[in-house]
């Protein structure tokens, strides 16, 4: 771990279920030091998110697959912040920690005397990032905020989905994803200003903006026209053909992202009047006549096979892919010799970071955890030269 970036940087984890963990799995594959705080009466809920479960070979842990997801690498140190002398031993980790991640409401960490203004004094270059669903200010501040929730008041709901069916959500945890990624760039950002300059940082980071944020170019669209954009199911909203199609076996996934490259599908299917029809000559007039394309596309894109047309694609330069289920992802060529899955020391499976640093991937190939598994190495260490109260 020596020569990972982040080797030599501490970080403390007060933060549950998944964006803060997220982001602390992420330092900790890029060589941090992670000290997972945990509450010694059941610890992170995730540990409880199952079945799945998984139980280590010596049966001294069995969490959920869910906890295992976003806590590989890290050390977990069970603290009760009620009681005076775990606050104590908190304290002290704070001030010996170069990044706190904290996702409490607003104004706990302060009430504990672990908030970002106190630590800074004795820790004057301290990297603190609060993670909440709608920020440390603002009317929304004391809510709870949940991905499910913020999925739909962010507006990404509304524009996914099919335009005659319910808004749909993601199907995993997006915007506690993006605000770990999120939250990671802020993080790094701070470190190089604190080794620049000394000085200390507070992030203040809200699910409701990650996710809003997000929207990017739905964004833009209703911002230049006025008109908040619709559910297109799996249509783009500004690029056409870029959707899924039907095959004699199944459905891919079409991406012809210029002219060009409609030109060469037309041409691969046989269609070549199309790339000439003023109706479907430029991407503009493709996404105002969709409807019509798709109905040219589809009863010819069935007389193929899927994977003999993913394949005819590939060959002309024409972006498409299967659309795989999770078993499938795992077996695919190119996730398999690039080693996304992963087995931990303890026997685990799990899948590593998706980055490559000077060619090596960024994993941290420790099991998730067991709950308060370093507490009593890790209290000696805080408590050494730390003054009892």
Same mark, same amino acid.
């Given at each position: 771990?020596?020569?990972?970036?982040?080797?030599?940087?501490?970080?403390?984890?007060?933060?549950?279920?998944?964006?803060?963990?997220?982001?602390?799995?992420?330092?900790?594959?890029?060589?941090?030091?992670?000290?997972?705080?945990?509450?010694?009466?059941?610890? #992170?809920?995730?540990?409880?998110?199952?079945?799945?479960?998984?139980?280590?070979?010596?049966?001294?842990?069995?969490?959920?697959?869910?906890?295992?997801?976003?806590?590989?690498?890290?050390?977990?140190?069970?603290?009760?912040?009620? #009681?005076?002398?775990?606050?104590?031993?908190?304290?002290?980790?704070?001030?010996?920690?170069?990044?706190?991640?904290? /996702?409490?409401?607003?104004?706990?960490? #302060?009430?504990?005397?672990?908030?970002?203004?106190?630590?800074?004094?004795?820790?004057?270059?301290?990297?603190?990032?609060?993670?909440?669903?709608?920020?440390?200010?603002?009317?929304?501040?004391?809510?709870?905020?949940?991905?499910?929730?913020?999925?739909?008041?962010?507006?990404?709901?509304?524009?996914?989905?099919?335009?005659?069916?319910?808004?749909?959500?993601?199907?995993?945890?997006?915007?506690?994803?993006?605000?770990?990624?999120?939250?990671?760039?802020?993080?790094?950002?701070?470190?190089?200003?604190?080794?620049?300059?000394?000085?200390?940082?507070?992030?203040?980071?809200?699910?409701?903006?990650?996710?809003?944020?997000?929207?990017?170019?739905?964004?833009?669209?209703?911002?230049?026209?006025?008109?908040?954009?619709?559910?297109?199911?799996?249509?783009?909203? /500004?690029?056409?053909?870029?959707?899924?199609?039907?095959?004699? #076996?199944?459905?891919?996934?079409?991406?012809?992202?210029?002219?060009?490259?409609?030109?060469?599908?037309?041409?691969?299917?046989?269609?070549?009047?199309?790339?000439?029809?003023?109706?479907?000559?430029?991407?503009?007039?493709?996404?105002?006549?969709?409807?019509?394309?798709?109905?040219?596309?589809?009863?010819?894109?069935?007389?193929?096979?899927?994977?003999?047309?993913?394949?005819?694609?590939?060959?002309?330069?024409?972006?498409?892919?299967?659309?795989?289920?999770?078993?499938?992802?795992?077996?695919?060529?190119?996730?398999?010799?690039?080693?996304?899955?992963?087995?931990?020391?303890?026997?685990?499976?799990?899948?590593?970071?998706?980055?490559?640093?000077?060619?090596?991937?960024?994993?941290?190939?420790?099991?998730?955890?067991?709950?308060?598994?370093?507490?009593?190495?890790?209290?000696?260490?805080?408590?050494?030269?730390?003054?009892?109260?």
């Amino acid at each position: 771990m020596g020569d990972k970036p982040l080797a030599g940087v501490r970080v403390l984890e007060f933060a549950r279920v998944l964006a803060g963990p997220w982001a602390g799995q992420l330092l900790a594959d890029l060589g941090a030091d992670v000290i997972k705080i945990e509450n010694p009466d059941g610890g #992170d809920e995730t540990r409880h998110w199952g079945p799945p479960f998984i139980e280590k070979p010596d049966r001294s842990d069995r969490s959920a697959a869910y906890f295992h997801a976003c806590n590989r690498g890290k050390r977990s140190v069970a603290l009760d912040l009620k #009681d005076a002398t775990d606050l104590e031993i908190a304290k002290a980790l704070s001030v010996q920690a170069d990044v706190v991640i904290e /996702n409490f409401k607003v104004g706990t960490m #302060d009430r504990l005397g672990l908030g970002f203004e106190t630590l800074r004094q004795s820790n004057p270059d301290i990297v603190y990032c609060s993670i909440t669903g709608f920020g440390q200010t603002g009317p929304y501040k004391d809510r709870a905020g949940y991905d499910f929730i913020i999925q739909g008041m962010s507006g990404f709901m509304s524009i996914t989905g099919e335009a005659d069916g319910q808004p749909m959500k993601a199907g995993v945890a997006i915007t506690d994803i993006l605000t770990g990624l999120y939250a990671v760039a802020a993080i790094n950002a701070a470190l190089v200003k604190a080794l620049k300059s000394g000085a200390g940082t507070h992030i203040d980071i809200a699910l409701m903006e990650v996710m809003a944020a997000a929207l990017a170019n739905q964004n833009m669209n209703f911002l230049v026209t006025g008109n908040a954009p619709t559910r297109l199911g799996n249509a783009h909203p /500004n690029i056409a053909p870029y959707q899924v199609v039907p095959s004699s #076996d199944g459905h891919l996934i079409i991406a012809a992202g210029n002219d060009k490259q409609f030109e060469r599908l037309c041409a691969m299917l046989g269609l070549e009047g199309l790339a000439n029809d003023p109706r479907f000559a430029t991407n503009g007039a493709r996404v105002e006549n969709r409807r019509a394309l798709t109905d040219a596309l589809e009863p010819v894109t069935s007389r193929w096979t899927r994977d003999a047309l993913v394949n005819a694609c590939a060959e002309r330069g024409v972006p498409a892919g299967p659309i795989n289920t999770i078993a499938d992802m795992f077996d695919d060529p190119q996730i398999v010799s690039r080693q996304l899955q992963v087995m931990t020391e303890n026997g685990v499976t799990g899948v590593r970071s998706p980055l490559l640093v000077d060619g090596a991937p960024a994993a941290d190939l420790r099991s998730s955890p067991s709950l308060g598994q370093h507490t009593q190495n890790i209290r000696k260490q805080a408590l050494k030269d730390w003054p009892t109260q």
